[in-house]
């Protein structure tokens, strides 16, 4: 299976386009199941506990050579809840990086503000729902989004138009 991204110390790097760096919020308030580690560092901390455990070792170990011996890369996703990693050779890899970039995307949206229609994505992928409605539902066309890992939804209403569509940021779970 062939990557379409590869990590970076605070982004995804996006094959054959751009780079997206992912807002500093997202691990910090841990609004996502992993975070984004360089791989030599996991395998040099993960030496210096075995050596300090007293427990668990055996475990340890096993991860100490899969993070030797699957990857090679510089950075890989380690799981905030468990001893998972994912690294560009996992099955779950392009998927993972997806889920992340979603999520990025909607971290950007604040209520009030306005948003182009180009801004607002309008396809709906394994992560993200979009629904459409004239001005029947809201007296407005209006935009909803559905993070689906994250079960935020995000509601938009058209606030003018300019050379697009404008929409306004009315709601955010």
């Not at 910090?28 to 040099?44: A, G, P, S, T």
């Not at 510089?74 to 809840?81: A, Q, R």
């Not at 971290?107 to 992928?125: R, V």
Request: hydrophobic residues 35%; glycine residues 2%.
């Amino acid at each position: 299976m062939e990557t379409k991204y590869f990590l970076t110390d605070d982004g995804i790097n996006i094959k054959r386009s751009h780079k997206v760096v992912i807002k500093e919020k997202i691990f910090e308030e841990e609004l996502f199941d992993y975070k984004i580690v360089h791989r030599e560092e996991l395998i040099d901390d993960l030496i210096r506990w075995i050596s300090e455990a007293s427990k668990d070792k055996d475990l340890m170990k096993e991860d100490l050579k899969m993070l030797m011996t699957e990857s090679d890369d510089d950075y890989i996703f380690s799981s905030i809840k468990t001893n998972d990693y994912i690294h560009s050779l996992s099955d779950n890899f392009n998927e993972t990086c997806e889920a992340l970039l979603e999520l990025n995307e909607e971290a950007n949206y604040t209520i009030g503000k306005s948003y182009k229609y180009s801004e607002i994505p309008m396809e709906s992928s394994e992560h993200l729902e979009v629904n459409t409605y004239g001005d029947e539902l809201l007296g407005k066309h209006a935009i909803h989004l559905r993070y689906l890992n994250q079960e935020i939804d995000i509601w938009f209403t058209m606030d003018g138009f300019s050379s697009e569509a404008i929409f306004k940021c009315v709601y955010k779970s």
